[in-house]
């Protein structure tokens, strides 16, 4: 009686912290549809062709944590200088050196940042996005601020991307603070509801930001490339929406490629609860060719081209203490496995991509693309790098 009494116990213990891990960390949103979605993931097949396009989304913040202006340019002239020294020597499928996203904050500009990022990003080396953290806002000071910034990044430094056919300005954005569409409880760090109409009507053509888990801001959509459009009246616009390929878009919709995010089993917590794996690179979370088998899992696809897994990552890597981990040997390192691996499996392909790219060929496999990855990069939005 006494071993069972100890096991209803330990039992009763067990799912009370389970209990308060799912609220503590904010599952309850999510933590269904990932159940109900379980058929979905898993590996490749043994001899199954594969092709990870992989893309870091970094919430590129020079001025992070009250850094004055000197501060933010020897962050971003650390990485102008570390970039090409540590990875220049890497090469994927299409023979392309490692691409990073860097999601600039409007709030955060100075042209001595933007145009060393630019001098890198002509070198081959990545391309500049749309970041942007408000508060407080409406709808007409956001779409100022996002105008206001576009124009800059493409008149002054030559930046974003332009339509293919209609020659507009696009751009990709991640909302500051995964607040999009004024996705907390308490209203705070947007305060714009229709967030998805105006990034639409302003030449956003892709959001990347997603997952935010464990912020409470994380939507209960998630694995999924997928269209969402403006419901008026109402935050979370984004929380609804059509899977990619389900249907035509429509004109007001807006595309999200989401991140990964899985319970990893393989890594516990006191040997016993899975950890979440959200695609975030830290110093606590330093990229490997083990996590990258668990963002494959997640299966975020284009359903059309089944071969390509869409792996975007998510980093903070402005600030020093993320320089060891984004620009140093772990970063290093995840890139000779990287190559290593696709050595030693003749059937896995890796290839880097910004999130231009990432979303020209989610475009491309809507539209029924059956040609290589390196062949539709530029399917449907161009870089400017190239023109001014």
Avoid at 52 to 63: G, N, Q, R, S, W
Avoid at 151 to 180: C, M, P, Q, S
Avoid at 207 to 218: G, I, Y
Wanted: with cysteine; aromatic share 10%.
């Amino acid at each position: 009686m006494e071993i069972l009494a100890a096991l209803g116990a330990l039992t009763l213990a067990g799912a009370g912290f389970c209990a308060w891990e799912v609220r503590r960390k904010e599952m309850s949103r999510w933590l269904w549809p990932y159940v109900a979605d379980r058929g979905r993931r898993r590996l490749p097949a043994a001899g199954e062709d594969v092709h990870v396009l992989l893309c870091i989304a970094d919430h590129f913040e020079p001025k992070a944590e009250g850094a004055d202006i000197a501060t933010g340019l020897s962050r971003v002239q650390k990485w102008v200088d570390e970039y090409p020294r540590q990875f220049a020597r890497f090469r994927d499928a299409d023979g392309r050196p490692p691409r990073y996203s860097f999601f600039f904050p409007a709030e955060e500009y100075e042209p001595e940042y933007l145009d060393l990022l630019a001098d890198l990003c002509r070198a081959g080396y990545g391309e500049v996005e749309v970041h942007l953290h408000h508060d407080g806002d409406t709808a007409a000071g956001f779409r100022a601020k996002i105008e206001s910034f576009k124009k800059i990044l493409v008149e002054r430094h030559g930046l974003l991307g332009r339509d293919r056919v209609t020659g507009d300005i696009r751009y990709a954005f991640i909302h500051g603070n995964w607040a999009l569409c004024n996705s907390r409880p308490d209203g705070r760090l947007c305060g714009v509801d229709n967030e998805l109409e105006i990034l639409q009507s302003t030449g956003c053509c892709v959001d990347m930001t997603f997952p935010s888990a464990p912020d409470v801001t994380q939507p209960p959509i998630i694995n999924r490339i997928y269209y969402a459009k403006n419901i008026a009246g109402q935050p979370r616009s984004h929380e609804t929406g059509v899977t990619l390929s389900e249907s035509a878009p429509a004109n007001d919709e807006l595309l999200l490629i989401q991140g990964p995010l899985v319970l990893d089993w393989g890594r516990r917590k006191w040997g016993i609860f899975p950890r979440v794996e959200n695609g975030c690179l830290q110093a606590s979370q330093p990229p490997s060719v083990a996590r990258l088998e668990t963002w494959m899992r997640a299966r975020v696809q284009a359903s059309p081209r089944p071969d390509w897994i869409f792996v975007k990552l998510h980093a903070h890597g402005a600030p020093e203490d993320a320089h060891e981990v984004l620009l140093g040997k772990p970063m290093v390192r995840f890139h000779e496995e990287l190559a290593e691996r696709a050595r030693r499996d003749p059937h896995f392909h890796f290839h880097y991509v910004t999130a231009r790219e990432m979303y020209n060929l989610a475009k491309a496999a809507e539209a029924g693309f059956r040609g290589a990855v390196g062949e539709a990069r530029d399917f449907r939005v161009a870089s400017n790098l190239n023109v001014y």
